[in-house]
């Protein structure tokens, strides 16, 4: 039998994660699992728009030429 992580180990586990991810953004989706992030029209248009808006000034910046497929 599997046991699962208390509530509080869960949460010092996250603690340790946004001390070395500080700028973390996390958004929420409706999927029902990790392996179908991506597959879902919906949700990929989601992930996809945050994607652009956070590196949009950045490739602006650095590439102004360069067209992708989510611009």
């Not at 208390?6 to 989706?29: E, G, N, T, Y």
């Not at 990929?44 to 728009?49: L, R, V």
Request: glycine share 2%; proline share 1%; with cysteine.
């Amino acid at each position: 039998m599997q046991r699962h992580a208390s509530s509080s180990c869960r949460h010092d586990s996250w603690q340790a994660w946004q001390r070395q991810l500080p700028s973390f953004k996390m958004i929420k989706v409706n999927s029902s699992c990790h392996m179908t992030l991506l597959t879902g029209l919906e949700i990929f248009d989601m992930i996809a728009e945050f994607c652009v808006s956070l590196y949009e000034q950045k490739w602006i910046e650095a590439k102004r030429s360069v067209r992708t497929v989510l611009t």
